[in-house]
């Protein structure tokens, strides 16, 4: 992948007060912000999968990125 | 039309969940690498075949197969890296590194036009999608096992692992970070203005897809950049990005603005 340079504009911190490093997300908020990254299996379509995984997790949503299938 | 029956097809696949289905757009335009299995229907000399393989890194033009979810009008899309690891007799082990919409069951038949004898493509493994690899991915017994584990046990560890924050799926965008004053009014849907933005990484392009972040590595939108990196750096006032999908919810920043009027 591309390596980035940081180019720094202006310095100034940040507050505790407010939002989270991403990895500290108490569970059910870091599940609602997150990603399965999954092997998916051969046999079922992407969208079975999504399907499985949605409901394991119990979460309202799922979508995957990028259809793995040579239609 | 599965003439040859279907395919093995397995590998990297991320699943975005809830509130973090907004970073789909993200996804769906990263580059893909892959590894294949062509058969060829003929035996044909090993450099013949690898001299063929070599002509398809570049432009390739494709026409979406007849079962497909897109228009089938032909697609330019780029080859990155195609390496042939092994030859088999008639079956031909190969590395792909592609923009996304590549078919890499049309290249494998393409390359059996070119070679004259006929090909199709046996096997695919996706081995990355974007920013994801296939060694940090779970398998469905993995994902299965953390969630008994957290459900269970009150064990974290291995769900934290399967699933990882949204923040991952845009490793490959370019980033502005912003001050905490300016975050809520991104997140109400509010173009990014110069005075807000506290550094840029290298390699924003007008008109290219960029995430805003905050200073704590959360994400708070997906943007389109109006400006490169280094007038973002320079520029004094006016709009650095607009605002395209916000991904981080109302009031988790302060709100610092005032509406006008």
């Known amino acids: 992948m591309v390596k980035r340079e940081l180019l720094?504009?202006?310095?100034?911190?940040?507050?505790?007060?407010?939002?989270?490093?991403?990895?500290?997300?108490?569970?059910?908020?870091?599940?609602?912000?997150?990603?399965?990254?999954?092997?998916?299996?051969?046999?079922?379509?992407s969208h079975e999968v999504t399907a499985w995984v949605k409901r394991i997790l119990g979460v309202r949503r799922a979508g995957h990125g990028g259809t793995l299938e040579t239609p | 039309m599965r003439g040859w029956g279907d395919p093995k097809v397995t590998g990297v696949l991320p699943i975005a969940l809830n509130s973090a289905t907004k970073v789909l757009t993200a996804l769906l335009t990263a580059g893909k690498e892959y590894v294949a299995v062509m058969r060829l229907h003929e035996p044909v000399d090993e450099e013949r075949v690898r001299e063929v393989m070599a002509e398809f890194v570049g432009t390739v033009y494709q026409r979406p197969p007849l079962r497909s979810s897109v228009k089938r009008r032909v697609r330019k899309r780029r080859i990155y890296y195609l390496d042939v690891l092994e030859v088999d007799g008639q079956d031909v082990l190969f590395r792909v590194g592609c923009e996304a919409g590549v078919y890499?069951?049309?290249?494998?038949?393409d390359v059996g036009e070119v070679l004259g004898c006929g090909a199709h493509m046996r096997e695919l493994r996706r081995t990355r999608a974007g920013p994801f690899v296939e060694d940090e991915c779970a398998t469905m017994h993995d994902l299965v096992e953390a969630v008994m584990a957290w459900r269970e046990d009150g064990?974290?560890?291995?769900?934290?692992?399967?699933?990882?924050?949204?923040?991952?799926?845009?490793?490959?965008?370019?980033?502005?970070?912003?001050?905490?004053?300016?975050?809520?009014?991104?997140?109400h849907g509010a173009h990014l203005a110069a005075p807000g933005v506290l550094s840029v990484e290298t390699g924003i392009t007008p008109g290219g897809l960029v995430a805003v972040m905050t200073q704590?590595?959360?994400?708070v939108a997906l943007?389109?950049?109006?400006?490169?990196?280094?007038?973002?750096?320079?520029?004094?006032?006016?709009l650095v990005a607009k605002t395209e999908r916000v991904l981080m919810p109302r009031g988790v920043y302060p709100r610092m603005w005032r509406t006008r009027g």
Do not use: W
């Open chain 2, 223 to 238: 943007a389109k950049a109006l400006m490169t990196s280094e007038q973002i750096v320079e520029a004094q006032h006016g």
């Open chain 2, 104 to 109: 890499v069951r049309k290249i494998c038949f």
């Open chain 2, 216 to 219: 704590k590595g959360e994400a």
């Open chain 1, 8 to 45: 720094v504009k202006a310095e100034e911190g940040t507050n505790p007060a407010y939002g989270c490093e991403p990895e500290n997300r108490p569970i059910e908020t870091y599940i609602e912000f997150g990603v399965a990254a999954i092997d998916k299996p051969p046999g079922p379509t």
């Open chain 2, 155 to 187: 064990d974290e560890r291995l769900i934290r692992n399967v699933v990882k924050p949204m923040e991952k799926a845009l490793d490959h965008l370019p980033k502005i970070y912003i001050r905490d004053s300016a975050v809520d009014a991104v997140c």
